[in-house]
């Protein structure tokens, strides 16, 4: 199984050592959309770092959502869980009163 990852992994890790190599020069990120010499919201990086970071950030936030719209699922399975714990110990008590 570790072995199936690995080879499956490979190929990304590739694509991101080439995409690193081929865009390490330094720009800059701007949240500044009036000022384009000295933003006030601005950061200098390697373009390989903005853009890995921002599908960092969309994995979070694509996980984070994902999550959100489950609850429903996980409060229901909690429900379920606890009427099945209630249900076992009713049924104990029944058969040690039987016994």
């Known amino acids: 199984m570790n072995f199936i990852r690995l ?3 490979l190929p990304f890790l ?3 050592v080439v995409i690193a190599v081929a865009n390490r020069q330094t720009v800059l990120f701007s949240l ?3 000022t384009e010499t ?3 919201i601005g950061i200098e990086a390697p373009l390989y770092a903005i853009v890995f970071l ?3 950030l969309g994995i979070v ?3 984070g959502a994902a999550w959100m719209r489950q609850r429903k699922w996980r409060r229901l399975a909690k429900a379920e869980r606890k009427q ?3 249900l ?3 049924l104990q008590v029944s058969e040690a009163e039987k016994a």
């Open 7 to 9: 080879l499956l992994l």
């Open 14 to 16: 590739a694509l991101a």
């Open 32 to 34: 500044d959309p009036l």
């Open 38 to 40: 000295a933003p006030a």
């Open 54 to 56: 921002s599908i960092l």
């Open 61 to 63: 936030l694509g996980g």
């Open 84 to 86: 099945i714990r209630s």
């Open 88 to 90: 076992s110990r009713e």
